[in-house]
């Protein structure tokens, strides 16, 4: 009714038993071994300043929402005073999401990807904060291709906010409607018993020129620069 047991066919199986948990074992170290030089891989080219303006991309595989042109780029930079400059100089953390999402890329369009671009806020590439981040890798003639973005959305009024550095024009036409109410909330009589039209132009010149004095001296003394001049500038006081 019962076959007896058979010690060396136990042996035998208990030993490939072994040689099979050993065998999964190895490979689940080579996978873990294989990932975590991939990431130290891709942390070392976030870090270098590789400017390489191409990648081998599968362009079948790209999704064509997350291609920009540079001239897109420098527009949005401009009109919110962003800066688009080399992962390298990018002082903040960049989490492992954005790690996955590029060595998910590498794997599907089989190749390294280099030349790391991030478009951020100016103090994003000094210090660390928590507005948005978007890092892209260049596709090349000038196209990037958005890996991730993360952190918090700009503020709603930023563009408004940044609109007087734009240029030299919008910044006069500021200076100009601040001394205009400045000039506004000087008490009728407090230099003649009756005001007229040329007091008021004169309080208002007046107005102008120290208003413009403090925003020059402000420009120099901290070497604040227009959006178009520092939007890809890696230079502190560009």
Request: charged share 25%.
């Amino acid at each position: 009714m019962f076959q007896k047991t058979n010690i060396q066919c136990k042996l035998q199986r208990t030993k490939e038993n072994q040689h099979r948990e050993a065998k999964i074992l190895s490979e689940v170290r080579e996978i873990l071994k294989q990932h975590n030089l991939n990431d130290a891989r891709i942390q070392q080219q976030l870090g270098s300043q590789n400017n390489s303006n191409h990648n081998h991309f599968d362009f079948d595989l790209l999704e064509t929402d997350r291609i920009f042109h540079i001239d897109q780029i420098k527009e949005i930079c401009i009109d919110y005073r962003l800066r688009f400059l080399n992962s390298a100089y990018f002082k903040g953390k960049i989490p492992q999401e954005a790690i996955s999402k590029i060595k998910h890329l590498e794997q599907i369009h089989n190749t390294e990807i280099k030349g790391f671009k991030i478009m951020a806020p100016s103090k994003l590439f000094k210090l660390e904060d928590k507005d948005d981040p978007l890092l892209f890798a260049p596709i090349g003639n000038e196209y990037f291709y958005l890996v991730h973005k993360w952190g918090n959305d700009l503020h709603p009024l930023r563009k408004l906010l940044v609109w007087p550095f734009k240029n030299i024009g919008n910044l006069v036409v500021l200076v100009l409607i601040i001394s205009y109410l400045a000039t506004l909330m000087v008490p009728e009589g407090l230099f003649s018993k009756k005001s007229t039209t040329a007091e008021f132009w004169i309080i208002y010149f007046f107005m102008f020129k120290c208003i413009a004095s403090v925003v020059i001296f402000y420009g120099f003394a901290l070497g604040k620069n227009f959006n178009p001049a520092i939007w890809n500038s890696k230079y502190f006081n560009a």
